[in-house]
């Protein structure tokens, strides 16, 4: 039997799609796919990851790879989707489309907007598992990607909120950059007596109403998923479907995002991200949807990922990772530490 290969972003994913294409396969054909972790999203032909492989046929994005494996022979296949009647699958695309849009700016928000988070987690995390030259251009590459979108939805330019104060691309001339959890940063307070409280207090001031601009924009599409699972395990039936394991990817990476890694050693650094505003959110305003998040995780992989025997295979120029414990060097990697 061919064996279908998922190509996916490297662990811990920062990309929603790749990790609800694992969690997908796994529920519908556990046992009958590997994954190939890539950094090079150009073996895509969409250009973009993930993608799957199965014989002769490649098929890209998502909801693509969901349709096709809603209708593959595959032995032990499952249709999560099978108990869903016209009317609820209708609303699945629906819902679908707007998770992918709304916290979908969320997740890149998250990783690639706010400065602190870009620095010190997105880069040294996709850097460990790139050759040189990637390391070098590839982060900022995705970060482009996103800033079009998030400009478009007012979340690029609060990119210093939570940061280290340096908002970077000429975010100071819109009014934002030095805004830091702390108060006053990036270019400190000028001045004595009054003139410093004062500009003190507008940097507090400020501060306040970018952390309230970006909750505001959580809060919305966090309400009206919440309202849709209400006290249920599952938003239909009692049974994850194609739409819990997307929402619950998004989910996972707003509040759980080292949860993905396919090995203890895939986080060798143990980074952990330093700004998460939208994590104490969701936990402390929409519990249901983290406690869905991991339900649905659980019920994929009951007992983590090493546990589920998932064969990976190496891509040339990055990191091969076994379940056996042991890390090895691809290609002519530098194993030195990744430049941030």
Not at 114 to 126: G, K, Q, S
Not at 145 to 173: Q, T, Y
Not at 312 to 328: L, S
Request: charged fraction near 20%.
């Amino acid at each position: 039997m061919t064996e279908v290969t998922l190509y996916v972003w490297p662990s811990p994913f920062l990309e929603p799609h790749s990790l609800a294409a694992l969690l997908l396969l796994q529920l519908s054909i556990p046992g009958h796919f590997s994954i190939e972790e890539t950094a090079n999203p150009d073996t895509s032909p969409s250009g973009q990851l993930p993608y799957l492989r199965h014989g002769a046929v490649t098929v890209a994005s998502f909801a693509a790879i969901a349709k096709y494996i809603s209708r593959s022979k595959i032995a032990g296949h499952v249709d999560v989707d099978a108990h869903l009647d016209a009317t609820q699958r209708a609303q699945c695309t629906a819902w679908s489309a707007l998770v992918e849009a709304q916290l979908g700016d969320l997740v890149a928000y998250t990783f690639y907007a706010i400065a602190d988070n870009y620095t010190n987690f997105t880069v040294p995390t996709l850097s460990a598992h790139m050759s040189i030259p990637q390391r070098y251009f590839v982060p900022g590459r995705l970060r482009e990607l996103h800033r079009p979108r998030l400009e478009a939805v007012g979340l690029w330019d609060v990119s210093s909120f939570g940061g280290d104060g340096e908002g970077g691309d000429g975010d100071d001339e819109k009014g934002v950059r030095g805004v830091g959890v702390g108060g006053i940063a990036g270019g400190g307070v000028s001045g004595k007596g009054g003139g410093a409280k004062r500009k003190k207090n507008e940097g507090n001031m400020k501060m306040a109403f970018v952390r309230e601009k970006v909750l505001e924009t959580a809060r919305r599409p966090l309400s009206l998923l919440s309202a849709l699972l209400a006290d249920r395990p599952f938003i239909f039936h009692d049974r994850a479907t194609t739409l819990d394991i997307l929402l619950a990817a998004h989910i996972l990476l707003l509040t759980s995002p080292t949860l993905s890694s396919l090995s203890s050693q895939t986080n060798p650094q143990n980074l952990t991200l330093p700004c998460t505003p939208i994590h104490a959110l969701i936990s402390d305003s929409f519990p249901t949807l983290e406690a869905h998040a991991r339900r649905v995780y659980d019920t994929c992989f009951p007992h983590g990922y090493a546990a589920a025997g998932l064969t990976k295979g190496k891509d040339e120029g990055r990191v091969g990772w076994n379940y056996d414990g042991e890390e090895g060097l691809s290609g002519d990697q530098d194993p030195s530490p990744p430049m941030a």
